[in-house]
């Protein structure tokens, strides 16, 4: 079992940056990937990125690619993602989602998940 903390969302305006936090706890092998997923408003939660636990292999989605950085740091079973200029559409909930395989992005390889937190982008 692996449990997953969220932290860091909050409001602010286009262009800004946030980091966002997530904490893990249980049993991490170094064959898993973290990922981070968000859900806007009225639409399907989608992907957004991931890291590979072991060598910190990161994949992104396009939309994010440039501006959004995911790390990890295994000293602190903690996982990263750095939102850059912030746009009005990545308003959404934002989940750490832990995998038992790697270079995942479907949300169905992903067995486990934090509550989320909000980021709010206003223009």
């Known amino acids: 079992q692996v449990q997953l903390v969220e932290s860091g969302g909050g409001l602010v305006q286009a262009g800004d940056s946030l980091r966002l936090s997530c904490a893990a706890s249980?049993?991490?092998?170094?064959?898993?990937?973290m990922g981070w997923f968000r859900q806007a408003p009225g639409k399907e939660r989608e992907f957004v990125a991931a890291v590979n636990w072991d060598f910190g292999n990161t994949h992104y989605a396009d939309s994010v690619k440039g501006r959004f950085t995911i790390s990890r740091d295994r000293a602190k079973n903690t996982v990263y993602l750095q939102l850059n200029n912030l746009k009005p559409e990545d308003t959404a909930v934002y989940y750490c989602?832990?995998?038992?395989?790697?270079?995942?992005?479907?949300?169905?390889?992903?067995?486990?998940w934090g509550q989320g937190t909000q980021v709010t982008v206003s223009s």
């Open positions: 989602a832990a995998s038992r395989y790697q270079n995942r992005n479907r949300e169905r390889d992903y067995g486990y």
């Open positions: 249980g049993r991490i092998f170094s064959s898993d990937a």
